[in-house]
T-cell receptor, first 115, second 111 residues
Framework: EAGVAQSPRYKIIEKRQSVAFWCNPI?????LYWYQQILGQGPKLLIQ????????DSQLPKDRFSAERLKGVDSTLKIQPAKLEDSAVYLC?????????????FGPGTRLTVT | GNSVTQMEGPVTLSEEAFLTINCTYT??????LFWYVQYPGEGLQLLLK?????DKGSNKGFEATYRKETTSFHLEKGSVQVSDSAVYFC??????????FGKGTKLTVNP
């Protein structure tokens, strides 16, 4: 079974530029998540989709971050304009119901450096 | 809100030593509890989980027991190997399914 795919793996941009990340979840997984992992910290949820609807985007900085999940499969996360503090690894995950709890599977992440 | 507190790292052990990484949580209701592992250069992988009080999750020689009375989910392994070197994250999920992570504990095992 193919895992969660993400691209690009690495990106370096200057502040005030824009950037987009792509995620393809595991086939059949209805729920998709984007997390931000700053160096030395645990991942923090940015946005959660159920099919192509947003379930939780309470921690997404909406003045600069946007995300969409067209057709309930692939998703893109965009930052415009980027700030220095956006330097982090952006993780995409998808989940399915295993017994009584959901198990999330993570992609390899995109490491963003903002200079 | 929900939160997870992990012991501060880094942790350095010799091969075959006993490992404990402490994790405590604060949550409303009855969350599910998880340990994830992140090997160098790789993504997060689910190591084990427990979904109700007194459940024990286990995998690859690692164990953790869901203790509701102490709100803890400590990770243990009886004999670590060099290949266990990684960052370990404790996490919980409630009704919304979203994961709340601790800050992670870096483990280095020396031969």
């Amino acid at each position: 079974e193919a895992g969660v795919a993400q691209s690009p793996r690495y990106k370096i941009i200057e502040k005030r530029q824009s950037v987009a990340f792509w995620c393809n979840p595991i086939s059949g997984h209805a729920t998709l998540y984007w997390y931000q992992q700053i160096l030395g910290q645990g991942p923090k949820l940015l946005i959660q989709f159920q099919n192509n609807g947003v379930v939780d985007d309470s921690q997404l900085p909406k003045d600069r971050f946007s995300a969409e999940r067209l057709k309930g499969v692939d998703s893109t996360l965009k930052i415009q304009p980027a700030k220095l503090e956006d330097s982090a690894v952006y993780l995409c995950a998808s989940s399915y119901l295993a017994g009584v709890s959901y198990e999330q599977y993570f992609g390899p992440g995109t490491r963003l450096t903002v200079t | 809100g929900n939160s997870v507190t992990q012991m501060e790292g880094p942790v350095t052990l010799s091969e075959e030593a006993f490992l404990t990484i402490n994790c405590t949580y604060t949550a409303t209701g009855y969350p599910s509890l998880f340990w994830y592992v992140q090997y160098p250069g790789e993504g997060l992988q689910l190591l084990l989980k427990a979904t109700k009080a007194d459940d024990k999750g286990s995998n690859k020689g690692f164990e953790a027991t869901y203790r509701k009375e102490t709100t803890s989910f400590h990770l243990e392994k009886g004999s670590v190997q060099v290949s266990d070197s990684a960052v370990y994250f404790c996490a919980l999920s409630g009704l919304s399914e979203k994961l709340v992570f601790g800050k992670g504990t870096k483990l280095t095992v020396n031969p």
